[in-house]
Protein backbone atom coordinates (compact mmCIF):
# COMPACT_ATOMS: atom_id res chain seq x y z
CA UNK A 1 0.00 0.00 0.00
CA UNK A 2 1.46 3.50 -1.23
CA UNK A 3 -0.18 6.42 1.02
CA UNK A 4 0.02 9.94 2.12
CA UNK A 5 -1.15 8.61 5.42
CA UNK A 6 1.77 8.75 8.00
CA UNK A 7 0.14 7.90 11.16
CA UNK A 8 0.29 4.54 13.18
CA UNK A 9 -3.35 3.78 13.41
CA UNK A 10 -3.42 4.42 9.23
CA UNK A 11 -0.31 1.78 9.02
CA UNK A 12 -2.13 -0.70 11.44
CA UNK A 13 -5.23 -0.50 9.49
CA UNK A 14 -4.15 -0.72 6.39
CA UNK A 15 -1.99 -3.97 7.32
CA UNK A 16 -5.08 -5.16 9.16
CA UNK A 17 -7.09 -4.69 5.99
CA UNK A 18 -4.78 -6.82 4.22
CA UNK A 19 -2.17 -5.16 2.59
CA UNK A 20 1.43 -7.31 2.38
CA UNK A 21 3.05 -3.95 3.07
CA UNK A 22 2.89 -0.12 3.67
CA UNK A 23 4.93 2.36 2.34
CA UNK A 24 4.42 6.29 3.00
CA UNK A 25 5.20 9.23 0.50
CA UNK A 26 7.49 10.71 -0.14
CA UNK A 27 10.09 7.71 -0.39
CA UNK A 28 12.65 6.54 -1.73
CA UNK A 29 13.33 4.11 -5.01
CA UNK A 30 15.71 2.32 -3.10
CA UNK A 31 13.65 1.29 -0.32
CA UNK A 32 10.61 0.31 -2.66
CA UNK A 33 12.93 -1.87 -4.32
CA UNK A 34 13.90 -3.34 -1.17
CA UNK A 35 10.41 -4.37 0.07
CA UNK A 36 9.61 -5.63 -3.23
CA UNK A 37 12.38 -7.81 -2.59
CA UNK A 38 11.51 -8.64 0.62
CA UNK A 39 8.15 -9.60 -0.25
CA UNK A 40 9.50 -11.88 -3.48
CA UNK A 41 12.00 -13.89 -1.30
CA UNK A 42 9.29 -14.29 1.29
CA UNK A 43 7.21 -15.36 -1.46
CA UNK A 44 9.88 -17.74 -2.95
CA UNK A 45 10.60 -19.69 0.32
CA UNK A 46 6.76 -20.05 1.48
CA UNK A 47 5.52 -21.32 -1.90
CA UNK A 48 8.52 -23.84 -2.11
CA UNK A 49 7.95 -27.56 -0.75
CA UNK A 50 9.55 -29.10 2.11
CA UNK A 51 9.99 -32.14 0.74
CA UNK A 52 9.01 -34.27 -2.26
CA UNK A 53 8.99 -37.91 -1.75
CA UNK A 54 8.60 -39.89 -5.09
CA UNK A 55 9.69 -43.73 -5.69
CA UNK A 56 12.68 -42.52 -7.98
CA UNK A 57 13.55 -38.74 -5.83
CA UNK A 58 13.11 -38.14 -2.05
CA UNK A 59 13.83 -34.55 -1.03
CA UNK A 60 14.01 -32.91 2.54
CA UNK A 61 14.75 -29.45 1.97
CA UNK A 62 14.93 -29.03 6.29
CA UNK A 63 17.69 -31.63 6.22
CA UNK A 64 19.57 -30.88 2.73
CA UNK A 65 19.14 -34.32 1.98
CA UNK A 66 18.71 -36.44 -1.29
CA UNK A 67 18.13 -40.10 -2.21
CA UNK A 68 18.05 -40.96 -5.43
CA UNK A 69 16.61 -44.84 -6.38
CA UNK A 70 17.27 -45.34 -2.92
CA UNK A 71 21.01 -43.97 -2.23
CA UNK A 72 22.15 -40.84 -1.08
CA UNK A 73 23.40 -38.34 -2.92
CA UNK A 74 25.56 -35.40 -1.95
CA UNK A 75 24.75 -31.49 -3.53
CA UNK A 76 25.54 -28.27 -2.75
CA UNK A 77 23.09 -26.04 -1.74
CA UNK A 78 23.14 -24.19 -4.89
CA UNK A 79 22.84 -28.27 -6.89
CA UNK A 80 19.61 -29.02 -3.89
CA UNK A 81 17.93 -25.54 -4.93
CA UNK A 82 17.92 -26.02 -8.30
CA UNK A 83 17.09 -29.91 -8.11
CA UNK A 84 13.94 -28.71 -5.85
CA UNK A 85 12.82 -26.45 -8.36
CA UNK A 86 12.75 -28.74 -11.33
CA UNK A 87 11.10 -31.71 -8.81
CA UNK A 88 8.54 -29.03 -7.87
CA UNK A 89 7.27 -29.31 -11.34
CA UNK A 90 8.04 -32.22 -13.16
CA UNK A 91 7.99 -31.78 -16.84
CA UNK A 92 8.10 -28.20 -16.48
CA UNK A 93 10.87 -26.16 -18.52
CA UNK A 94 12.64 -23.41 -16.88
CA UNK A 95 15.23 -21.06 -18.46
CA UNK A 96 18.35 -20.38 -17.61
CA UNK A 97 17.45 -16.90 -16.42
CA UNK A 98 14.36 -18.31 -14.46
CA UNK A 99 16.71 -20.96 -12.56
CA UNK A 100 18.97 -18.17 -11.54
CA UNK A 101 16.05 -15.92 -10.47
CA UNK A 102 14.61 -18.93 -8.19
CA UNK A 103 18.00 -20.33 -7.12
CA UNK A 104 19.93 -17.29 -6.20
CA UNK A 105 18.06 -15.64 -3.69
CA UNK A 106 20.60 -12.96 -3.29
CA UNK A 107 20.21 -11.22 -6.78
CA UNK A 108 23.65 -11.91 -7.47
CA UNK A 109 24.71 -11.17 -11.39
CA UNK A 110 25.03 -14.86 -12.83
CA UNK A 111 26.07 -15.49 -15.79
CA UNK A 112 23.69 -17.98 -17.71
CA UNK A 113 26.45 -20.73 -18.45
CA UNK A 114 27.03 -21.03 -14.56
CA UNK A 115 23.53 -22.90 -14.81
CA UNK A 116 24.52 -25.31 -17.51
CA UNK A 117 27.92 -26.00 -15.23
CA UNK A 118 25.34 -26.51 -12.00
CA UNK A 119 23.28 -29.35 -14.73
CA UNK A 120 26.40 -31.12 -15.88
CA UNK A 121 27.24 -31.49 -12.32
CA UNK A 122 24.08 -32.20 -11.02
CA UNK A 123 23.71 -34.62 -13.88
CA UNK A 124 27.16 -36.55 -13.10
CA UNK A 125 26.09 -37.18 -9.09
CA UNK A 126 22.41 -37.90 -10.27
CA UNK A 127 23.61 -40.66 -12.34
CA UNK A 128 26.34 -42.35 -9.93
CA UNK A 129 23.18 -43.02 -7.89
CA UNK A 130 20.69 -43.78 -10.56
CA UNK A 131 22.60 -45.48 -12.87
CA UNK A 132 21.50 -45.05 -17.13
CA UNK A 133 18.23 -43.68 -15.68
CA UNK A 134 18.11 -39.27 -17.35
CA UNK A 135 15.98 -37.32 -14.68
CA UNK A 136 17.41 -33.85 -16.26
CA UNK A 137 16.71 -32.89 -19.73
CA UNK A 138 18.24 -30.14 -22.03
CA UNK A 139 15.25 -28.64 -24.04
CA UNK A 140 17.27 -26.98 -26.91
CA UNK A 141 16.98 -23.24 -26.95
CA UNK A 142 14.96 -23.14 -24.08
CA UNK A 143 16.36 -24.43 -21.44
CA UNK A 144 15.98 -28.20 -18.85
CA UNK A 145 13.43 -29.88 -17.04
CA UNK A 146 12.71 -32.77 -14.92
CA UNK A 147 11.06 -36.05 -16.11
CA UNK A 148 10.40 -38.74 -13.52
CA UNK A 149 9.94 -41.93 -15.54
Do not use: W
Amino acid sequence: MVTAQVEEIDRILGLEMGADDYICKPFSLRELVARVRAILRYERVSSAATSIDDNILKLDRDKMHCVVVGKTVELTAVEFSLLQLLANSPGRVYSRSQMIDQVYSDYRIVNERTMDSHIKKLRKRLKEAAGDLELIHSIYGVGYKLEMP
